[in-house]
């Protein structure tokens, strides 16, 4: 994999790259739309490509191990091939579902044991079968292991959290380079920073994960309830620290007003379930704000969902017939609302791209964030 900075803003630390990869180029800033299971919930693979212009999308580890299996994926040899899916793919580690299991999960110093929320089967997830696990589904783009801390959290815990994620993150690196890729495509590693909202230990580990040389680096552990301006601190932090020739990915963030703001601190890469699960429940991003499509003011409203857009079904379909579909509970609403709302993801950094290369996204981020955090 090979990185290339090709901009960056004079203002702020906001940076665009190349993202070279086995599967196809990655321009970044970029975001990920989520796939949790191999899929993009409601989203055809060829709406994903020719009309929301997605790059990357994400699979899940603990969700693809469960269901369909490894040993599906490896007979369709690898995810790419099972889904229809050319382009390239990350997989997250599985480690945030499982810690969200709670009552489900026991943590020890070789990894987890959890249930499964399908049928209750027990399981283990280690550093080394979760990098053995994700060699079999194929992504070119593999998460280290790691211990999601939860929020709020003792500094105690989170300091044997974080340096529990680093025990196992060096498993992780020893296993990665004693096996090898399944499919012919290369697949990088990237370990994830955590330590809470305690800048000492943050910084601590994003020195750590620094050290480890590997292909890119990611900041996991916010927007689990922490303030926003805490998620922003944290985030500063460690792209300070984090190598500036390595795309930094932050790990589940967000809403459009916080893209912006982590792009301006220098993160590259994004995902979230936000776009695709308020587009199913009736809640839209623009450029000129959020809209709620159950409410009543749009129920003779015949204009398009978003004439600004270039996507066919904002042109085609009006704010009154996508209500009309949400208040009737049609499927239709919930995919058009899904494809709207990663086309616009997907529009946002790509605008972001095209004002960092001229010199004015700090200027243009600004007049953004209040526009599309504004409800219409």
Request: glycine fraction near 8%; aromatic fraction near 10%.
């Amino acid at each position: 994999m090979k990185f290339i900075i090709t901009q960056t803003d004079s203002k702020s630390s906001a940076r665009c790259g190349e993202l070279h990869t086995d599967s196809g180029l990655i321009h970044t800033p970029i975001f990920m739309p989520v796939g949790t299971v191999g899929s993009v919930k409601g989203v055809h693979i060829k709406d994903l490509k020719e009309h929301i212009g997605a790059e990357i999308i994400l699979g899940n580890t603990y969700h693809l191990y469960l269901r369909p299996g490894m040993q599906v994926i490896a007979e369709a040899q690898g995810l790419h091939h099972f889904n229809g899916w050319a382009k390239p793919i990350l997989t997250d580690s599985g480690g945030f579902q499982v810690f969200s299991l709670n009552d489900r999960r026991k943590i020890a110093e070789k990894g987890v044991k959890f249930s499964s929320h399908i049928d209750g089967s027990v399981h283990e997830f280690t550093p080394e079968n979760v990098m053995d696990i994700q060699r079999t589904i194929g992504s070119d783009i593999m998460m280290a292991f790691d211990e999601c801390t939860p929020y709020p959290a003792t500094k105690e815990y989170a300091t044997e959290s974080m340096r529990r994620t680093h025990r196992w993150l060096q498993r992780c690196i020893t296993q990665y380079n004693n096996t090898l890729p399944l499919y012919g495509r290369y697949q990088s590693l990237f370990p994830i920073v955590q330590g809470s909202v305690f800048t000492d230990l943050r910084q601590e580990s994003a020195e750590f994960v620094a050290t480890q040389n590997l292909d890119g680096n990611a900041i996991g552990g916010v927007s689990v309830g922490e303030p926003t301006e805490m998620m922003y601190e944290i985030t500063s932090l460690c792209c300070n620290i984090l190598p500036k020739d390595k795309p930094r990915y932050l790990m589940g963030v967000g809403t459009p007003a916080n893209i912006l703001e982590c792009i301006s601190l220098g993160v590259d890469m994004f995902d979230c379930v936000m776009p695709t699960r308020n587009g199913r429940n009736a809640v839209l991003f623009t450029r000129n704000g959020i809209m709620n499509m159950r409410n009543e003011k749009w129920k003779h409203d015949f204009s398009p969902i978003d004439a600004e857009s270039e996507l066919f079904a904002d042109k085609e379909y009006s704010k009154a017939y996508l209500r009309h579909l949400f208040i009737n509970g049609e499927m239709l609403g919930s995919m058009i609302g899904s494809l709207h709302n990663l086309h616009f993801y997907l529009w946002l950094v790509k605008e972001a791209r095209k004002h960092i290369i001229a010199g004015d996204f700090a200027s243009w981020k600004n007049e953004m964030i209040p526009k599309v955090s504004q409800r219409l």
